[in-house]
Structure formats: structure tokens, C-alpha cells
């Protein structure tokens, strides 16, 4: 392309030296006026074309340089019918403009492969500007927040005040915990700072640690209970024992021997001595057995699991309520659809459980203002073909603070 703008320079040139040649000959013989007339206009015109001849290769420069500059590749040179070459310059430009385009659509596409990934993501994400406008949020930080669009951190006053003043405090590296009451959460929150195009950035990730917590404090509930019953039992066998090894040897004695230190004891004294045993007796046996429900609450059975027939099932549970149904004058409603409806379960402990939610019907309706106290007992398909078991009162439902502990 040099070589080749070179001798089209140099070309124009010596035409345009001839010229001048032949005009300043004609103009010393003061001959061919009209001739030399058109001797100017044609060196204005070769001037004027070396000009645009030059400029024309610079303007085609400086349109491929400002296409670079603005990322604009969408440009395209022709490439034949301009010399050898020119055509071969404008064909490198082409190829670049090529690679350009192809190197965006490359990026573009690893972007929109990070931004799925971000957005299928379990944990919430946040990016924002120190001002708190927020540039990414993924949509497990939207499920978590409770929101469908965000524009700022500020924004998230409406949901929890202290969950926003506390994002745009965090710094590079710092950890939060938020409790948010409202929606029983409790958010773990990590901060990270990156600069971008000289522009700084905050990335928090956000995590419900919630159920984490609980199984926690659930698990140090179980320890607790586990030391505690092994030290009461520890206690209470030897107590439980020699109180039923007292009451035996007392019961044992004739009655001319009932003799403490050679002093008699009176009918009267005995039969308190022994009642007061027999107490202790009990209550001790009463502790022990309470202990033990409450260690056997640590230690989940395994269930033994056979079929189950939901109609012989319901019977059963409603022979076993019948008297405390009757006692608090509760309606006892049970239906099976269909009649042959059967699961697989443990039958003593779905026993226990739907006699446990009986029971907790027939106190809630103690509190009832309805004339009629109803408990209904129904087995059924659901719509993903699983057995529904649905125990129901028309009692005052269950207060929101026990909700969120069942």
C-alpha cells in the first residue's frame, strides 16, 4: 500500500511539475492565452486531487481508528477495485473488524453465562455503588427480600430499616448478622469491595441462616435434657429404692416390734411414717416416668413400618377419644375417600400423632365461642397422588407467634 501510494504520489506530482513546466513556457512566450488558461484550471485540479487523493486515505484511516476507539464494528471497507494494495488494506481492516466483533460476542456470551449462574444461585446477591444504587441483584436476593424490583439499598427501608442501614455501613472483608422479626429470618451477611473501570463497588452475599440456628439450638436443647435426665435419674433410682425397701421392712415388723431406740411407735405415727414413704414412692416413680418422656423426646424412634388401613385407622383413634369427645361435648366428624384407602406408616406412632392433634383440638375448643364444638377427621388423595390426612376444628385456629415454632 506504500509502494503504491508512493508512486501515485510521486505520479500526480511530476504531471503536475509538467504543467507548470508547459504553463510558465507559454507564459514567457505571451502566446496561447486561452491555453494557458486552461493550464491553471488543470493545476488547480491536479492540486485539488493530490489533495483529496491523500486526504481520502487518511479520512479511511481515522474512520477504521474511530470505529476501534467507540467499539463500533460494525463497519465495512470494500476491498476490490481500489489497487492491489489498497484492497489488501481494506481487507485487514475487515479481518480486524472481524476479530472485534467476534471477541464482543465472545464476551457477551461468558456475560450472559456468569449472569445465569448469578441468578440461579441459592445464596442473595447485591451489588451497589457507595450511594447505594444498586447495579445486580439475583433472584434468590429478590425471594429473600421479597421484592420484584430494587433500585437502591435504600429502597429496602420498607422491609427491614436495620437490614439497610447495616449494607451501606459494611465494608471490604466485614460479616453481619440481621435479625429481621417481621419474617422470622436471620440474615448472615458478607461484604466484599472491587474497583471497576476505576468505579468502587460493593458485593454482599446473603444467606437465611434461620434453620441453621434452630437446629442448633435444638440439638443444645437435646444435650441439655440428655444431662439433665441421666443426673435426675441418677438421683432418683436410690431414693425410689429405698423408700420400697423401708415400706417393706415396716410392713414386715410384728406388732410389739415397732420399736425405734426402745421407745414404741404409736399405730398413729406408723401409718404417717408409711403414707409419707409411699409418697415419696410415688412421686419419685411419677419424676421418673416424666424424665423419661422427656429423654425419649431426644431420641427420635425409628419407626417400624407396615400397611396401614386409613378406615381401621380412624376407628381405632376414634374409640380411643370417645370419652373425652363426649366429656367436652365435641362433635366428632371421620371420612375416608376412598373407604379402601391405605399408606405405609408406623401405626403406633401416626396414632399417637393424630391423638395428639385431637387432643390439641379439643383444648383450643374449650376457648371456642361457637354453639357447636367440631373436630373432623378426613383421609384423602391430593392432586400428586400422596395420602392426606387433615385433622380440622372449628376452633380459634393457632396464634402467629406458635406458627413459627411448629
Not at 114 to 128: E, N
Not at 167 to 194: C, P, T, W, Y
Request: aromatic share 8%; glycine share 6%; hydrophobic share 45%.
Amino acid at each position: 500500500m506504500i509502494k503504491n501510494f508512493r508512486f501515485l504520489v510521486v505520479l500526480r506530482v511530476l504531471i503536475l511539475v509538467f504543467t507548470l513546466v508547459f504553463l510558465f513556457y507559454y507564459l514567457l512566450k505571451g502566446k496561447w492565452i486561452g491555453l494557458i488558461l486552461v493550464g491553471v484550471l488543470v493545476i488547480i485540479y491536479e492540486v485539488y486531487s493530490l489533495i483529496r487523493y491523500v486526504e481520502g486515505i487518511a479520512q479511511q484511516l481515522n474512520m477504521f481508528l474511530s470505529s476501534i476507539k467507540y467499539d463500533d464494528f460494525s463497519s465495512t471497507y470494500p476491498d476490490k477495485g481500489y489497487g492491489k494494495h489498497l484492497d489488501e488494506l481494506y481487507s485487514t481492516f475487515n479481518e480486524i473488524m472481524e476479530k472485534f466483533r467476534k471477541g464482543r460476542a465472545d464476551k457477551e456470551e461468558h456475560y450472559r453465562y456468569l449472569l445465569t449462574v448469578v441468578q440461579h444461585i441459592g445464596i442473595g446477591l447485591l451489588v451497589f455503588h457507595g450511594d447505594g444504587k444498586i447495579e445486580l441483584i439475583n433472584g434468590a436476593a429478590k425471594r429473600m427480600l421479597q421484592v420484584n424490583v430494587l433500585h437502591s439499598v435504600q429502597g429496602l427501608g420498607l422491609f427491614s430499616e436495620n437490614l439497610a442501614n447495616t449494607l451501606l455501613s459494611m465494608k471490604n472483608g466485614e460479616r453481619a448478622l440481621v435479625k429481621i422479626e417481621s419474617q422470622d429470618m436471620e440474615l448472615a451477611l458478607h461484604a466484599a469491595e472491587f474497583l471497576l473501570q476505576g468505579r468502587k463497588y460493593t458485593l454482599v452475599s446473603l444467606q437465611n441462616i434461620q434453620s441453621e440456628l434452630q437446629d442448633k439450638e435444638l440439638e443444645a436443647w437435646q444435650k441439655l435434657i440428655r444431662v439433665l435426665t441421666h443426673e435426675i435419674m441418677n438421683s432418683l433410682t436410690p431414693i425410689t429404692s429405698m423408700t420400697a425397701t423401708l415400706t417393706g421392712m415396716l410392713n414386715s415388723l410384728p406388732e410389739r416390734e415397732r420399736q425405734n431406740s426402745g421407745r414404741i411407735i404409736e399405730e398413729e405415727n406408723f401409718n404417717d411414717i408409711m403414707d409419707a414413704l409411699k409418697t415419696i414412692n410415688k412421686r419419685s416413680l411419677g419424676l421418673i416416668e416424666f424424665v423419661n418422656a422427656y429423654r425419649n423426646m431426644t431420641l427420635v424412634p425409628k419407626p417400624n413400618f407396615s400397611q396401614v388401613s386409613l378406615r381401621e385407622l380412624f376407628e381405632r383413634i376414634e374409640t380411643f377419644m370417645k370419652s373425652k369427645l363426649e366429656e367436652n361435648n365435641v362433635v366428632f366428624d371421620r371420612k375416608v375417600n376412598p373407604e379402601t384407602l391405605s399408606f405405609t406408616a408406623d401405626p403406633v406412632l401416626i396414632e399417637q400423632v393424630l391423638i395428639n392433634l385431637i387432643l390439641n383440638s379439643i383444648e383450643a375448643l374449650k376457648d371456642s365461642e361457637n354453639q357447636t364444638r367440631s373436630i373432623y377427621l378426613h383421609g384423602e388423595w391430593d392432586e400428586m397422588g400422596k395420602v392426606v390426612i387433615k385433622v380440622i376444628d372449628n376452633g380459634p385456629g393457632i396464634i402467629p407467634e406458635a406458627i413459627k415454632k411448629i
